[in-house]
């Protein structure tokens, strides 16, 4: 039997610095990438050379994956979920200090390396499981209320 | 409904299947009819992705006031505008 081409749209949790975590999807699928490069690369045409946003090439990756996070302002749940309107998850990112987009974005390269090595591996019959798990999915979890169930974590190296 | 029974109504939640929107569940109800009964979910449906709504697990999620109800699905049958659902035991 071949292997399994559906990407499941699961939740990884990564911890970030000063206690803060952000939620992020494990993989992402065909559909979610050709939005990632139709926002870096909208002019491309074939045959001639890619024009790249620059500008958008790093929050691009993190708009793809990013579906929460616990981070808060003056005292309240900042909003981030997956239901926003892609222009309001990106005024909310674009306000952000620039340390913080900077760690969430190298938090997100990571586990992005990370899954596509496995993701490799595993096509060449190599295995290539860690042994983390996804945790539940939580679309709503970035409004800042959990619903109480345990949750099992992944934690990222923090960005220095 | 019998003792132990409970009912309760919404105007409107979602489907996910994941991270990913299944459809939109309008006018609610989710019936216990008893305290070992999972529950049922009926109601009105719209924006459905039917390939989504074929996968598992899916999980019916209403945010409310205070925070999130997140209920499993046990099945899950979607004729036209009409879903019926249901509930599986909280793990």
Redesign the interface.
Known sequence: MGRDRIV????IRLTISDGDYIDV?KRLNHGEYDDHLARIAPYQTPGEPIRMETRQIRTSKVLAYL?GWSLTHKGKPIPMA??MPENARLDVLNSLDRQTFTEIHQAISAHEDKYDAEAEAAKNGQGGENGSSAIS?????A?G???G?ALSTETSTPSS | MREGGVTIRGVEG?L??????VGTVRAWTVTRHSPADPGTLTGTVVDVHPYRASQHPI?F?V?HK?????WPLATLQIADTSVSATLRPPE
Do not use: A
């Open positions: 499941e749209p699961e939740l999807k579906l997956p239901d999915p939580s679309p709503v979890s409004t209320v959990t619903s169930s | 979602r996910y299947w994941g991270y990913l929107p999980e999620v945010t205070h925070g999130v109800w997140r």
